[in-house]
């Protein structure tokens, strides 16, 4: 589910485990530390965005968001402002499936049903350029509904959440150029916090070590998992400033304290396996690897980009989102009942690749190190399953 890296039974991963078995497989964060834990924070906060010096662990993408929302919601309340409690998020955002998680999700295929169990959140459009008229006139809108918000209801909110760059469960659909950066700004000015959703994009996927490196984009809090490990184990965390910290730091009779906590939280042989993971990325330059793939596989998916049914090639690094559509001119959407996505997903499989659409979307998130040889081989399959589906070959 998009979070390997290195591939399968990695020796140095591998080993990382086996040497923390032989100290503490477990140990709480609760009141007390341990060791890779202190270092992985350690490290998250050299790679981070500026700002980011604080770490906050928990075991899955939507408690990590969790954390960020209840963090941004207390930040405010501690500071003796209680009425900034509502959230911005995104038309068809999707942070995980948690309630606040779904809370600050907007995708009605998946959250709608549970709407009544929710709290309400405030959806700006999400600038979706193949669907809304281009770049230009899609960011326009986005900026102008957030700025819209802002000036009017900034006293009330609390944070905006953003899967920073691309949006990843809609469909890869990826933001134009300069959007990112122009709403962490809006946000700053009108004192509102900025929380970045690296769960999908993180740890180099995009072609940088985060997707808001991409747009030097510093947020108040980010979420980070997936990746985070390599994909071996549960880990997740969530990243805070220090200005957020210290929204939480007093003598203990004031009760400030973030009261958040999961048993598995900090688990020491996540902790050490995510360092080793970590490290392999530095050893093996991996990012700028990330950038050589990235153009290799663009190259090879232009072959189908003339396709009848090829609406759109959406890439950024190594996420990739291919919409297919039922008429090219028009963009006419398949019926759902087509199941466009699901049988081109099973053709793939039939031919050696496992993937997973997202509707008619077809997704292709390979692990970051693949070789060429092995991307080649991915996007034939990739390409034919496409084709003989939608064109009965
Ligand atoms: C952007 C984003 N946030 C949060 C999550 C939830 O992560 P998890 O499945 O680890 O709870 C996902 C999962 O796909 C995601 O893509």
């Known amino acids: 589910m998009w979070l390997n890296i290195h591939g399968h039974n990695v020796p140095e991963l591998n080993q990382a485990i ?11 964060l609760l009141g007390m530390a341990n060791i890779p834990a202190i270092e992985l924070a350690e490290k998250l906060t050299t790679i981070a965005p500026k700002g980011l010096n604080k770490v906050f662990y928990s075991d899955s993408g939507a408690t990590g968001v969790e954390i960020a929302i209840k963090m941004a919601f ?29 809370s600050v999700g907007a995708i009605p295929l998946y959250h709608e049903v549970f709407r009544p169990m929710l709290f309400p959140s405030h959806v700006i459009p999400y600038p979706y350029a193949y669907r809304h008229g281009g770049d230009e006139k899609a960011m326009e809108a986005t900026l102008t509904a957030l700025c819209h918000l802002l000036e009017n209801r900034a006293s009330e909110i609390a944070a905006l959440i953003v899967e920073p760059i691309v949006q990843g469960a809609s469909g890869i ?86 009261f958040h906590g999961h048993s598995f939280t900090g688990n020491p042989l996540g902790c050490a396996v995510a360092l080793a993971n970590l490290k392999l990325f530095e050893d093996r330059n991996l990012i700028a690897g990330v950038k050589t793939k990235a153009s290799f596989v663009e190259h090879k998916l232009n072959a189908i980009n003339d396709r009848p049914h090829v609406g759109e090639i959406r890439q950024k690094g190594l996420m990739i989102g291919i919409e ?70």
């Open 18 to 28: 086996t040497d923390q078995l032989g100290q503490v497989a477990h140990s709480t």
């Open 74 to 102: 207390q930040y405010w309340h501690n500071q003796g402002i209680r009425d900034k409690r509502t959230f911005i998020t995104m038309n068809q955002a999707y942070h995980g499936d948690t309630i606040g998680a779904v």
């Open 173 to 258: 659909i990826v933001m134009p150029s300069g959007c990112l950066r122009e709403m962490a700004d809006l946000c700053r000015k009108h004192d509102v916090l900025f929380i970045a959703d690296e769960v999908a994009t993180g740890f180099g996927r995009t072609g940088a070590m985060f997707a808001c490196d991409l747009e030097d984009v510093c947020p108040d809090l980010m979420v980070i998992g997936k990746g985070l490990t390599g994909g071996y184990s549960p880990v997740a965390a969530t990243l805070a400033t220090d200005d957020v910290y210290s929204a939480f730091y007093a003598d203990y009779e004031e009760q400030k304290t973030f």
């Open 324 to 393: 297919l559509v039922r008429e090219k001119v028009t963009r006419q959407p398949y019926d759902w009942a087509e199941r466009i996505g699901v049988r081109a997903s099973l053709r793939a499989r039939e031919l050696g690749m496992l993937t997973r659409p997202l509707g008619n979307v077809m997704v292709f998130i390979p692990p970051l190190a693949s070789t060429e040889s092995e991307l080649a081989a991915m996007t034939d399959i990739l390409t034919e399953s496409i084709i003989s589906v939608t064109e009965g070959g």
